[in-house]
């Protein structure tokens, strides 16, 4: 996610991760809620991916 950007309209570049939590969980609680809300999601949505991935035996090896 860090690696997708684009040039915002102040002419700065923005972070797919950071318009995420900028828009999404920033105006809704304080900076230090707003991170942890980041990680919980952060982390559940890649959960939910391994899960699925685990329950169709579907195995990546490195």
Do not use: C, E, Q
Not at 8 to 33: E, R, V
């Amino acid at each position: 996610m860090g690696l997708i950007a684009w040039l915002g309209a102040d002419g700065k570049p923005t972070t797919l991760k950071g318009w995420i939590y900028a828009n999404g969980f920033t105006p809704h609680a304080s900076p230090i809620n707003a991170s942890l809300l980041f990680a919980l999601a952060f982390v559940t949505v890649h959960f939910a991916a391994a899960w699925v991935l685990w329950r169709k035996r579907w195995f990546l090896k490195i």
